[in-house]
């Protein structure tokens, strides 16, 4: 007969919590990055449209958020439009004008503000899990370098 202590279980909650923590500290600058950049692009501000012409970075941003390039697009060359003819009738000159754009439906503006409320809560409920786990947590130094990480190495990878 032998003599053994009994084994102690393994603290999976624990280890659970120290996996999020670290996962999270890597992966909370992308987060950071999506939810910001998704939220610009609800009202589609990286797109140029008529009467606005979008500034530099947030084009830049909308394109690294779709295509994972921070560089404005190349200008498309300009349609060439038919000269005019002086004796054409005025009207024909206004039905060549295009139509204004119909209201977007109800359910779509509702949508989009409420995709842009959840983007803000996003980033909000991710920089209050950085705040805890730089601040709180017993692993301070080790979050403190994976966040540190998680921002460099995606900026390293545009760079290449």
Known sequence: MTDTAPRKPIAWPMLIRQGHLFLGMIIAPSIL???ITGGLQIFRLQESHEGYTPPPI??????????????????????VAAPAA???PAAAVEAARPEPKPAPPLSKVLLQWFFTLVAVGL???????????????????TARWLLLAGTVLPVLMLLV
């Not at 947030?58 to 349609?79: C, S, Y």
């Not at 980033?123 to 130094?141: A, C, H, Y």
């Open 86 to 88: 002086a004796d054409a």
């Open 123 to 141: 980033v909000l409920s991710t920089l209050m899990g950085v705040w805890m786990g730089v601040m709180v947590s017993r692993w301070k130094i």
């Open 33 to 35: 990055m999506f939810a």
């Open 58 to 79: 947030v084009e830049k941003l909308g394109r690294m958020h779709m295509d994972q390039v921070f560089a404005l697009k190349k200008p498309r060359p300009a349609p």
